[in-house]
């Protein structure tokens, strides 16, 4: 029988011979894993491995058929679910929720406290003090004084602006809702955070805000994280546990670490079964040429013991090759297929930019940044001619054509067609079958596939479609709204390399670091009621300035009218320079916190791998361990206060750089 139970030693968690089937299929295994505090775990193996469900397993939503779930004592989990949060409670509220204990807390003092206004003096008068007396004491442990502030610095960290604090859950859309979610979960105080896709809802700016919270966390805190999004997995992990064929993994170092180990014990195992084969071969050769004849019986007899004995080299499933996805090339034109002028657009009384003047050339793939709702979308919108400007115009050179993926061709996908038939839907009048055929097989449609029902598809194999659609109306300016969701690694990969081979032109909308870094030459960056070409690269972008853009909600280089450019950039720099002098101890404290931090985690993460060794375990090394034990607490609180005074300083400088880009605003009006 499977069982659920507490473990008292250094490790935080232990799953041992674990079995679970699902609808017949047996997704694990007589699965094994151990996570001590502080791992980043990353979780990788194809889709319908059973991922999610070992999450759901280790959360105690679901049961095992076999084997046993050992948690260290008192370890709180928190599984980040793919459910859509409801309710009529505010957003701030939903987040404060996810600390049960300070809710609860700050409940039963409420009571308490309108108890004692109505008891009279006596026993239970004090009774009821005392019980407060403990409450507070325990309120100032949580730091319930500061429970809002927090709160509200995750759900900015994650897009939300100031004034949505107060606004119901039930008035944001799912994405947002699961935002809310995610909100919740990093604020419950969990030990071990279980993450099944993180990033699915996040633009990039607030995935690389989850990211550096990640990387700056507690040195106790662990997690088990489920992403396909490869550039998170190597910034947030420090072990990767593979699932495959319903077994569990382990190894050391994030997904690229796993890539080079995978691949050299492959080799390994490949030289191994080549030297056992031609030993095989060598010993069955001896057999037959000698079995008949008596003065070689012994000899022929060792070498068939031998035989038996050899046990068969352990072999690792290489799988199917790497899909290669394959564009079809498209139609020239002229060398500048995109030119926008004095572009505007607003919604509800609310610009969203103005005054947008871009050029695009022939083959130019640029990556368009911004927070949710800055406004992306509505740009390849205005783009593709499905949205009208208030202003200016988007001209279209000689012999472009547009074509735009985003959500909603997923949706437009009749069920109970087949993927060729679907496909013959979107092609031109004499585009034959021979080439739908080659279409398709170019974006991994080949042989039956093509003859599955549009119903039966993963969200994965419907991408792919929708793109084989785009393909076919002829465009050779693709406006991409997150291509990426759905796709598994390998199909990443595959969409990643043919997007860099495309001779087309790509504006491409991707919270995936790693597909935007390989695919795109430049950014546009959507912000603060303008859109600019930012001619830094996408860490420079992230790490600069999307601060700035969080504090003012304005890009660098952005300038406002009403008063000449020379005195504002006067006005600016005077503005910014007393902001510099005025702060220069603060930041100087920081730069030396960040550099005790990163010691402290070399450190933690040298104490954390003494602690993963077995032989840390034996008997003989039982001071070793203690002393080690003992460090390993020492450095985690001193971590933990080293990053106290880190945040609580950023928060400071954030503050006053809010100030600062008040009046900067007030400058430009």
């Not at 505090?37 to 397993?57: D, F, H, W």
């Not at 859950?169 to 995610?182: C, E, H, K, P, Y």
């Not at 419950?188 to 966390?217: G, M, Q, V, Y």
């Amino acid at each position: 029988m499977p069982s659920f139970s507490s473990c008292d030693d250094a490790r935080l968690l232990t799953i041992e011979k674990i079995t679970k089937n699902l609808g017949g299929r047996r997704v694990l295994d007589q699965a094994d894993l151990t996570v001590h505090p502080g791992e980043r775990v990353g979780l990788i193996g194809p889709n319908g491995a059973g991922k999610t469900t070992l999450l759901r397993l280790i959360a105690q939503e679901t049961d095992a058929d076999e084997g046993a779930i050992r948690l260290r004592g008192g370890v709180r989990v928190g599984l980040l679910r793919q459910e859509i949060l409801d309710g009529d409670r505010t957003l701030l509220a939903t987040t404060l929720a996810g600390d049960e204990e300070l809710m609860a807390l700050r409940d039963e003092r409420a009571r308490i406290e309108t108890d004692l206004l109505e008891e009279r003096p006596g026993p239970h008068h004090e009774e009821l003090a005392a019980r407060m007396g403990e409450i507070d004491l325990r309120l100032t442990t949580l730091e319930s004084h500061s429970a809002e502030g927090r709160a509200a610095v995750i759900l900015m960290g994650l897009g939300f602006a100031p004034q949505d604090l107060e606004r119901p859950l039930r008035s944001f859309s799912g994405g947002w809702r699961m935002r809310a979610q995610l909100a919740r979960l990093l604020f419950s105080r969990a030990d071990l955070l279980l993450l099944d896709e993180p990033t699915n809802h996040l633009d990039l700016e607030s995935a690389a805000w989850l990211e550096n919270r990640i990387r700056k966390s507690p040195g106790g805190l662990a997690l088990i994280l489920v992403s396909h999004d490869r550039s998170f997995l190597n910034r947030t992990t420090n072990v990767t546990v593979e699932l495959e064929a319903g077994r569990l993994t382990r190894y050391a170092g994030p997904f690229d670490a796993w890539l080079e180990q995978k691949s050299a014990l492959m080799e390994s195992l490949e030289k191994n079964a080549a030297r056992q084969s031609k030993r095989r071969e060598e010993l069955e050769c001896f057999i037959r040429r000698f079995r008949a004849k008596a003065t070689k019986a012994r000899q022929v007899q060792s070498r068939i013991k031998m035989l038996e004995k050899m046990a068969p080299v352990a072999t690792v499933s290489k799988g199917p090759p790497p899909p290669r996805i394959r564009f079809p090339v498209p139609p020239v034109c002229a060398r500048e297929v995109l030119s926008i002028r004095r572009l505007a657009k607003g919604f509800d009384d609310r610009e969203l930019f103005s005054g947008v003047n871009l050029t695009l050339e022939r083959g130019e793939k640029v990556g368009v940044v911004g927070i949710n709702g800055a406004g992306k979308s509505t740009l390849l919108k205005l783009i593709a001619g499905e949205a009208v400007a208030d202003a200016g115009e988007v001209i279209l050179g000689d012999r472009a054509r547009v074509a735009r993926f985003a959500q909603h061709a997923l949706e437009s996908l009749n069920p109970e067609r087949t993927v060729l038939e679907s496909a013959a839907e979107a092609a031109p009048d004499g585009f034959g079958l021979t080439g739908l055929r080659t279409l398709l097989g170019g974006l991994l449609f080949s042989g039956e596939a093509v003859e599955t029902r549009v119903a039966d598809l993963s969200g994965g194999e419907r991408v792919r479609l929708a793109l084989a659609r785009m393909f076919l109306s002829g465009a050779n300016l693709l406006l991409l709204d997150e291509p990426a969701n759905h796709l598994d690694m390998a199909a990443r990969a595959a969409l990643e390399e043919a997007l860099t081979d495309y001779p087309g032109a790509v504006l491409l909308v991707t919270h995936d670091r790693d597909l935007m870094e390989a695919a795109c030459d430049r950014l546009w960056v959507v912000a603060g009621g303008k859109v600019v070409s930012w001619e830094g690269g996408l860490d420079d972008y992230l790490e600069n300035v999307v601060r700035e853009e969080r504090a003012s909600g304005s890009p660098a280089g952005v300038e406002g009218g009403g008063r000449d450019a020379r005195e504002l950039r006067r006005l600016s720099a005077q503005t910014r320079d007393q902001m510099r002098r005025e702060t220069a101890g603060q930041r100087a404290r920081l730069e030396k916190l960040e550099k005790s931090i990163a010691l402290l985690e070399g450190e933690q993460q040298d104490l954390q791998a003494g602690l993963a060794d077995p032989d840390a375990y034996a008997a003989a090394s039982r001071e070793g361990l203690k002393e080690m034990l003992t460090r390993a607490g020492q450095v985690e609180q001193a971590l933990h206060a080293a990053m106290e005074e880190w945040e609580a300083l950023s928060l400071a400088l954030a503050a006053r750089e809010t100030v600062m880009e008040e009046e900067l605003a007030r400058l430009r009006a």
